[in-house]
């Protein structure tokens, strides 16, 4: 009996491509958690961008939390931002080049605790900036501490009983927030876990990077995401959860457009 | 010819600002300062250079426009008073670690806390020792004149550029508010990107073009060994900036029996208590430095072997007086003079205060 190997390009040239890496992401191992929203919501983002045809014109400004290293992944030029201050170095970055694409990319502990106030403000001057905003309930670099958007009766190491809402306030809706602001054009809340939630947040993200060329102000796309490690679930558990739990807090669907 | 004209210190300042073809100015208002938006805005640098001006909602948001404008290669700057910069000081420690050139001015007022409104001086260790966390310095100009609050914008901007690291300003609220004689600088083209590139390297981000590798502007490097490695490169930075970029002023030094250090408007007050000591037969001098850092410990150095005694006058319980001490390295007397919370001395009283310190006691 005679066995025949293939090697990777042979089984490659065999098959019909049918999904391909964007060029703008870069060939390192990601820093996240197997099962992790980021990846997709990377892929996706710089999937628009390569698409659009504007990653010359692009630049990133990446927050404090997992997503760090964001810079590391995505292949434009970007920048590090300090612990919630993304949207007011994305206004730095837009007020001296504003015929370039900015966009931060922040999770909901820098985004709606710690720079809450340069979240709200670079709204309300109705910046023209994506704002790419991940929500995943909890902390997950420094492991597991509750964020702003923790739900009622949510364990997390800071809240290890759950999360009491008349000691330690309620679940922010940040996106509802700011899309009362005139400056803000587009606020709409995604999801990636699934297939079918990811065509969509995709879309969103292409709508945003559109208000942008046309000038029309900031779009924030909420990402409702997922964390495992945080949540002390396996992936396809925390995947459940989140269905089963954060979506009825966090409703999908465009808040203004 | 070029005109004298009439200006306050921090209105001169702003207006260099734009004649030095800065790019974008972000700030809160805060006194003793206010000015310097407040000119701005009603100047609309934006039609006379396309310079941008825009009020932040905080000072924690100002800083962070000024990294994000300035990690784009532009000439970028802020000001704020005391307790303003003390919210800077997270930004300025990242824009130091990402190497981030930009100009800061801090218009000094009396502290700690809310402090006062009147002028001080009692930030220079908060500008010269850091401020914010880690290991960094920034480049810190001294002005004692209203046409130095001019004059050192362009010259920050320079010297942020050279070495790739933020410059301050470190003023005071008398300079900041007083009138003064001041001949304004012509006015300067902003760079282009191309420009920029051509005269500072290729490091900002702005935009991956083909040709280069992307750029990214970060402070962190997780790896120990590599963020060691960027420490020791900053390290080495800090000591070509402390060779080549020490400046300072000597006044009647040269057969001085007794010199007074002091900055800023301390500097001035000095200026008369030489002449006050001299017409008492007391050879007095003045050195004042011009960069606090990098100070200009050499000179003191050498004039340790040959004075009999040093006075800090300074508007603080005795900051820059620790450098002094450690440039005279124990070889003379070293006393410090000052007043604090809003109070300036008279000249009379330094006159006092160091024939009192220096003299009696020996």
Redesign the interface.
Known sequence: MTTSVLTPEEIIKKGKVVFKKTKLINDVPLSYCPGCGHGVAHRILMEVVEEMGI?????G??PVGCS??A?DFM????????HG?AP??????K???PE?YVFTYQGDGDLAAIGT??TI?ACNRGENIVIIFINNGIYGMTGGQMAPTTLEGMRSSTSPYGRMVQTMGYPIKITEMVAMLPGVAYATRQAVHEAKYVRKAKNAIKKAFENQRDKKGTSIIEIVSNCNSGWKLSPVEANKWLDENMLDYFPLGDIKK | MKEAILMKGNEAMAEAAIRAGADAYFGYPITPQSEVIEYLMHEEPQKRTGMVVLQAESELAAINMVYGAGACGKRVMTSSSSPGISLKSEGISYMAGSEIPCLIVNVMRGGPGLGTIQPGQSDYFQATKGGGHGDYRLIVLAPSTVQEMADFVDLSFKLAFKYRNPAMILSDGAIGQMMEKVYLPEQKERLSNEKIIELYGDWATTGKTANRERNIITSLDLKPERQEIHNIHLQEKYKMIEENETRYEEIRCEDAEYIMVAFGTSARLCQKVIQLGREKGLKLGLLRPITLWPFPKKPITDYAEKVKGFLSVEMNAGQMVEDILLAVEGKAPVEHYGRMGGMIASPSEILQALEEKLISNN
């Not at chain 1, 990653?55 to 630049?59: G, P, S, V």
Request: charged residues 20%; aromatic residues 10%.
């Open positions: 990653w010359e014109d692009t630049i400004v990446a760090v290293l810079y292949n434009i030029d970007m920048q590090q931002a300090a201050r007011a170095v994305a206004t730095g970055i007020r001296v080049y370039k106030a340069e403000h």
